[in-house]
């Protein structure tokens, strides 16, 4: 800048440093700049006394000689003041250009304006824009890396904490399966089977943890897929009869039995929606209540109510309650417990899946929530409901009870109406039927003992389960809640009408499927531990290495169901998929089912797996129990006769814990000592190759190989080595050069050799 500018800005310094407080005033208060503050909340006296009279202060340094052009201070500090109110670039520079504008302008107003002056304001106001420019892009990347850290490091915190419970939730299933094939007492079967369906009930739990964040962020995505309501909504009220037992609650139910079997819709969310309408219900309801559910189609509509006693919810706060973290009647709910978040939850989800739930409640008089949400039926099903027929001609009768009672029957009166079931209330046992059905809790001990000792054919109504008819062949209980199923299996067993149990029969039968699999996955160890599940269920099946090989085994065969992993070589899942879907759209050929095969269970992996044309997800580590579920719904069910006993073995790796691997993995220990070799030398070939890839550099190979090994060591719960591998896969995917690989590779190298010496 020539000598002649400087000479006249150093001149009119004094006079501008005069005219402060007017050039600062017209500054803030120039319409866009009080608009940009406004918009991000920043007090207009609070911006001129904090930030303002210092860059007025710094320019004027400048101009002195004594601050250096380019780094106001004091810009820093707003930049950081305004990094978390996502100031924009444009924003930044509009505040900026009107400071210059209002120098400029005092200068006009003042007369100590000409060319030298103007040249030598817009000339230190450029050069330090140039300076704060840069500060601002600094600022700005380093705010998106620690979001990006801070996601990464929520991703990971997610993926460790569901996969650490998950673990020993296997086992406690594995044990409780083992144990329903060995026992044949119809009591513990049902304190075996509610275990069971608790431990899947919180593993879905688990799920929805992962899942909550999608609802908040907007990356959640509804799952519809075929499922039986009957079956659904009666397996749900099963979970909440000892929490209702436990408050001597009578929980009835009435699921519509003209709701056609199947439907299409996510079954997980509108149980997880049930679940909470249950749960509140029972926590809110007084001790010797009633809760009643009830279940509805019409016209593509499905109706789920659940209806309580209890304290009710006043109107002006029964919007509130679905909000996060609130509800209602605070006082009481303190003594209830509860985190507030369930109702939010719950209308959140019935909003994604297209619903609602209403609310129907006063102070004193109980609720009523309702979930409508829509659904579509499954036209192909044709698996029976209640066979009516099998009861023809059977006299039912009713003894007399309490009419105090009459809230527990009100139900059966509706299944016996839409069966078409004549049943005859009686007074005594002299009169005439076949089958009698009484009220346990309005019969005294006399009574019962005339009806067990003349062994007339009965079906006893019990509040709660207990062991008072087990060795009373006449007579079969029937506790609440009471739904079709129950009742046909109640009805059966006192008329001799239900085949003989099966339950001891383990060793001559277990399930079974029938069809032919085709499996594409090119890990080895991997390979061969879905093959000996796929044998254990009595499938066949092929492998395929790489995705090339399987698109080209499919053509030239046909399948009942496909397992894709999604990362290959020579063709990867996603592409083989694709191919076998035009394939099929080309020549018309029927859709064969590809379920996809990831270790990648975290961020929407099973959504983006539908969006790739699979049909369903099974993530890595693979659960037998996810696996069958899906061979259930995909082949046809059978029994295996099997009388073969597996000799037992001496495990040779002290460091590796079978009596884990066996409750997580089902198999035997010959079974899981050989797919252990397999893996050992896998792992040792693996190990070698990643060496050479982290010594040459190459990025893509490294996060190939670790991703193998990730899947291979989840699958044998060896959480470390995953732990590891996926560390490295991650790193090398964003081909992060301060990482340090060869460390890494070192630890995990030590971790897999400890495992096996």
Same mark, same amino acid.
């Given at each position: 800048?020539?000598?002649?500018?400087?000479?006249?800005?150093?001149?009119?310094?004094?006079?501008?440093?005069?005219?402060?407080?007017?050039?600062?005033?017209?500054?803030?208060?120039?319409?866009?700049?009080?608009?940009?503050?406004?918009?991000?909340?920043?007090?207009?006296?609070?911006?001129?006394?904090?930030?303002?009279?210092?860059?007025?202060?710094?320019?004027?340094?400048?101009?002195?000689?004594?601050?250096?052009?380019? /780094?106001?201070?004091?810009?820093?500090?707003?930049?950081?003041?305004?990094?978390?109110? &996502?100031?924009?670039?444009? !924003?930044?520079?509009?505040?900026?250009?009107?400071?210059?504008?209002?120098?400029?302008?005092?200068?006009?107003?003042?007369?100590?304006?000409?060319?030298?002056?103007?040249?030598? $304001?817009?000339?230190?106001?450029?050069?330090?824009?140039?300076?704060? @420019?840069?500060?601002?892009?600094?600022?700005?990347?380093?705010?998106?890396?620690?979001?990006?850290?801070?996601?990464?490091?929520?991703?990971?915190?997610?993926?460790?904490?569901?996969?650490?419970?998950?673990?020993?939730?296997?086992?406690?299933?594995?044990?409780?399966?083992?144990?329903?094939?060995?026992?044949?007492?119809?009591?513990?079967?049902?304190?075996?089977?509610?275990?069971?369906?608790?431990?899947?009930?919180?593993?879905?739990?688990?799920?929805?943890?992962?899942?909550?964040?999608?609802?908040?962020?907007?990356?959640?995505?509804?799952?519809?897929?075929?499922? =039986?309501?009957?079956?659904?909504?009666?397996?749900?009220?099963?979970?909440?009869?000892?929490?209702? =037992?436990?408050?001597?609650?009578?929980?009835?139910?009435?699921?519509?039995?003209?709701?056609?079997?199947?439907?299409?819709?996510?079954?997980?969310?509108?149980?997880?929606?049930?679940?909470?309408?249950?749960?509140?219900?029972?926590?809110?309801?007084?001790?010797?209540?009633?809760?009643?559910?009830?279940?509805?189609?019409?016209?593509?509509?499905?109706?789920?109510?659940?209806?309580?006693?209890?304290?009710?919810?006043?109107?002006?706060?029964?919007?509130?309650?679905?909000?996060?973290?609130?509800?209602?009647?605070?006082?009481?709910?303190?003594?209830?417990?509860?985190?507030?978040?369930?109702?939010?939850?719950?209308?959140? @989800?019935?909003?994604?899946?297209?619903?609602?739930?209403?609310?129907?409640?006063?102070?004193?008089?109980?609720?009523?929530?309702?979930?409508?949400?829509?659904?579509?039926?499954?036209?192909?099903?044709?698996?029976?409901?209640?066979?009516?027929?099998?009861?023809?001609?059977?006299?039912?009768?009713?003894?007399?009870?309490?009419?105090? &009672?009459?809230?527990?029957?009100?139900?059966?009166?509706?299944?016996?109406?839409?069966?078409?079931?004549?049943?005859?209330?009686?007074?005594?046992?002299? /009169?005439?039927?076949?089958?009698?059905?009484?009220?346990?809790?309005?019969?005294?001990?006399?009574?019962?003992? !005339?009806?067990?000792?003349?062994?007339?054919?009965?079906?006893?109504?019990?509040?709660?389960?207990?062991?008072?008819?087990?060795?009373?062949?006449?007579?079969?209980?029937?506790?609440?809640?009471?739904?079709?199923?129950?009742?046909?299996?109640?009805?059966?067993?006192?008329?001799?009408?239900?085949?003989?149990?099966?339950?001891?029969?383990?060793?001559?039968?277990?399930?079974?499927?029938?069809?032919?699999?085709?499996?594409?996955?090119?890990?080895?160890?991997?390979?061969?531990?879905?093959?000996?599940?796929?044998?254990?269920?009595?499938?066949?099946?092929?492998?395929?290495?790489?995705?090339?090989?399987?698109?080209?085994?499919?053509?030239?065969?046909?399948?009942?169901?496909?397992?894709?992993?999604?990362?290959?070589?020579?063709? =990867?899942?996603? /592409?083989?998929?694709?191919?076998?879907?035009?394939? &099929?759209?080309?020549?018309?050929?029927?859709?064969?089912?590809?379920?996809?095969?990831?270790?990648?269970?975290?961020?929407?992996?099973?959504?983006?797996?539908?969006?790739?044309?699979?049909?369903?997800?099974?993530?890595?580590?693979?659960?037998?129990? /996810?696996?069958?579920?899906?061979?259930?719904?995909?082949?046809?069910?059978?029994? $295996?006769?099997?009388?073969?006993?597996?000799?037992?073995?001496?495990?040779?790796?002290?460091?590796?814990?079978?009596?884990?691997?066996?409750?997580?993995?089902?198999? !035997?220990?010959?079974?899981?000592?050989?797919?252990?070799?397999?893996?050992?030398?896998?792992?040792?070939?693996?190990?070698?190759?990643?060496?050479?890839? $982290?010594?040459?550099?190459?990025?893509?190979?490294?996060?190939?190989?670790?991703?193998?090994?990730?899947?291979?060591?989840? =699958?044998?719960?060896?959480?470390?080595?995953?732990?590891?591998?996926?560390?490295?896969?991650?790193?090398?995917?964003?081909?992060?050069?301060?990482?340090?690989?060869?460390?890494?590779?070192?630890?995990?190298?030590?971790?897999?050799?400890?495992?096996?010496?």
């Amino acid at each position: 800048m020539p000598l002649s500018e400087i000479t006249a800005l150093t001149r009119s310094k004094d006079i501008l440093i005069g005219e402060k407080e007017s050039i600062l005033d017209e500054w803030v208060s120039e319409a866009l700049c009080a608009t940009i503050l406004e918009r991000h909340e920043i007090d207009i006296v609070f911006f001129k006394n904090k930030y303002a009279r210092s860059v007025f202060d710094y320019f004027m340094g400048v101009v002195s000689g004594t601050m250096t052009i380019g /780094e106001c201070p004091v810009i820093g500090e707003l930049i950081e003041y305004l990094k978390n109110k &996502e100031l924009r670039a444009d !924003e930044l520079f509009a505040l900026c250009t009107h400071f210059k504008r209002s120098v400029l302008n005092a200068s006009y107003r003042l007369g100590i304006n000409d060319q030298a002056m103007f040249n030598a $304001i817009s000339y230190l106001f450029d050069q330090n824009f140039a300076g704060v @420019l840069k500060l601002y892009t600094d600022t700005i990347y380093q705010k998106e890396q620690e979001a990006i850290n801070a996601s990464k490091a929520k991703e990971y915190f997610l993926s460790n904490m569901s996969h650490e419970i998950r673990t020993p939730l296997n086992a406690i299933l594995g044990f409780v399966s083992l144990l329903r094939d060995e026992t044949t007492n119809p009591r513990y079967q049902q304190y075996l089977e509610i275990i069971s369906n608790s431990g899947e009930n919180l593993l879905h739990i688990i799920n929805d943890i992962l899942d909550f964040s999608k609802l908040r962020s907007g990356e959640f995505t509804v799952d519809p897929q075929p499922f =039986n309501i009957h079956d659904e909504i009666s397996h749900t009220m099963e979970l909440f009869v000892p929490g209702a =037992n436990s408050k001597n609650i009578t929980l009835t139910s009435f699921i519509d039995p003209s709701i056609p079997y199947e439907l299409v819709a996510d079954a997980l969310r509108i149980k997880q929606i049930v679940g909470n309408f249950l749960s509140n219900a029972i926590k809110f309801s007084h001790n010797a209540g009633a809760i009643h559910v009830e279940a509805r189609y019409d016209s593509g509509m499905l109706s789920l109510s659940v209806a309580d006693e209890g304290i009710g919810i006043a109107l002006s706060e029964q919007e509130r309650i679905f909000d996060a973290f609130s509800q209602a009647q605070e006082s009481t709910s303190k003594l209830q417990g509860g985190t507030g978040l369930g109702l939010s939850i719950c209308k959140q @989800l019935s909003y994604h899946m297209g619903g609602t739930i209403e609310l129907q409640s006063s102070p004193s008089n109980g609720s009523i929530f309702t979930l409508k949400i829509p659904v579509a039926v499954n036209q192909e099903c044709t698996l029976s409901k209640f066979d009516v027929s099998m009861y023809e001609g059977i006299r039912f009768a009713l003894l007399a009870y309490d009419t105090s &009672e009459q809230y527990k029957l009100e139900s059966l009166w509706k299944y016996w109406e839409h069966f078409g079931f004549v049943v005859k209330q009686i007074n005594t046992l002299d /009169e005439e039927f076949d089958l009698l059905i009484f009220l346990e809790s309005s019969i005294d001990d006399v009574l019962r003992m !005339e009806i067990i000792e003349r062994k007339i054919p009965s079906v006893a109504i019990l509040d709660f389960l207990d062991d008072r008819y087990d060795t009373v062949s006449s007579i079969a209980p029937l506790t609440f809640p009471i739904y079709c199923t129950k009742l046909q299996h109640a009805l059966g067993d006192v008329l001799g009408l239900n085949p003989p149990s099966t339950a001891g029969a383990a060793i001559m039968g277990r399930r079974g499927f029938v069809g032919r699999v085709l499996v594409a996955e090119d890990n080895f160890a991997n390979q061969e531990l879905i093959k000996i599940i796929l044998e254990r269920y009595g499938v066949s099946y092929e492998i395929a290495s790489n995705g090339k090989e399987a698109f080209q085994k499919y053509r030239s065969d046909l399948f009942d169901l496909i397992f894709m992993d999604e990362q290959m070589p020579q063709m =990867n899942g996603n /592409e083989a998929t694709a191919n076998i879907l035009v394939y &099929e759209q080309e020549t018309g050929r029927k859709h064969t089912p590809i379920v996809a095969l990831t270790a990648n269970v975290i961020k929407g992996s099973r959504e983006r797996s539908i969006q790739n044309g699979y049909d369903a997800f099974l993530g890595k580590p693979i659960v037998l129990k /996810e696996i069958e579920q899906l061979m259930e719904r995909y082949l046809q069910l059978t029994t $295996i006769v099997s009388t073969e006993s597996i000799v037992p073995v001496a495990f040779k790796w002290g460091n590796i814990d079978m009596n884990h691997l066996k409750s997580a993995l089902m198999l !035997e220990e010959d079974q899981i000592e050989y797919l252990l070799e397999i893996y050992r030398q896998k792992m040792e070939h693996s190990l070698d190759e990643l060496a050479d890839a $982290i010594s040459a550099k190459h990025y893509t190979n490294i996060a190939f190989i670790a991703h193998s090994l990730k899947g291979s060591s989840a =699958n044998f719960r060896f959480d470390e080595l995953s732990r590891l591998s996926w560390v490295i896969e991650e790193s090398a995917s964003e081909e992060d050069g301060e990482f340090d690989f060869n460390e890494a590779y070192m630890v995990l190298r030590s971790e897999f050799e400890k495992k096996f010496k």
